[in-house]
T-cell receptor, first 116, second 111 residues
């Protein structure tokens, strides 16, 4: 199992550019989510999904879009990058309820994004 | 709304015990997590505790939960320099993978 993978690891964008951050998991987890981490603020939830075709907004969704066409993939799209979106982005996945292992939520290694 | 608070910094000597504290507001949380983040790395799940438990022990880690006061703590016994990292507590919301994180506590271990 590769677990949760994210690409790219680093990205520099100019203001106004768009891009997609990729996230994939091979654990057949139903739940996937995107967080951003800013210094001194912990992690904040951007969007989440409870299954293919189902997404919802988190605390800080503005400026980001998501879709979930497969169980494995949950890409995050920046529509028009702004300097305020400079951050480290983490993707996470978790199994649905039932087994003890469903309480474990796993994070990817992160994507460091700089918007100039 | 939901909120999770942590103290920002803790410094201990190698071999001492470390206690990292966390308070949360959502009384409906069914379980709470502790994650560890080393510099430049992702989040490593350390442990979690169900809201119907008072304590959970896992090797050098002890988690205490006081539901009445909505207070969670992580005790690391015999702290080592390799334990230096940022520690996050998080509460789950609705068992959908939605987590609310604290700001993180930076643990500094002095030799």
């Amino acid at each position: 199992n590769a677990g949760v993978t994210q690409t790219p690891k680093f990205q520099v964008l100019k203001t106004g550019q768009s891009m997609t951050l990729q996230c994939a998991q091979d654990m057949n987890h139903e739940y996937m989510s995107w967080y951003r981490q800013d210094p001194g603020m912990g992690l904040r939830l951007i969007h989440y999904s409870v299954g293919a075709g189902i997404t919802d907004q988190g605390e800080v969704p503005n400026g980001y879009n998501v879709s979930r066409s497969t169980t494995e993939d949950f890409p995050l799209r920046l529509l028009s990058a702004a300097p305020s979106q400079t951050s480290v982005y983490f993707c996470a996945s978790k199994a649905a309820g039932g087994a003890t292992s469903s309480y474990e939520q796993y994070f990817g290694p992160g994507t460091r994004l700089t918007v100039t | 709304g939901e909120d999770v608070e942590q103290s920002l910094f803790l410094s201990v000597r190698e071999g001492d015990s470390s206690v990292i504290n966390c308070t949360y507001t959502d009384s409906s949380s069914t379980y709470l997590y502790w994650y560890k983040q080393e510099p430049g790395a992702g989040l490593q799940l350390l442990t979690y505790i169900f809201s119907n438990m008072d304590m959970k022990q896992d090797q050098r880690l002890t988690v205490l939960l006081n539901k009445k006061d909505k207070h969670l703590s992580l005790r690391i016994a015999d702290t080592q320099t390799g334990d230096s990292a940022i520690y996050f507590c998080a509460e789950n919301i609705g068992n959908t993978g939605k987590l609310i994180f604290g700001q993180g506590t930076t643990l500094q271990v002095k030799p």
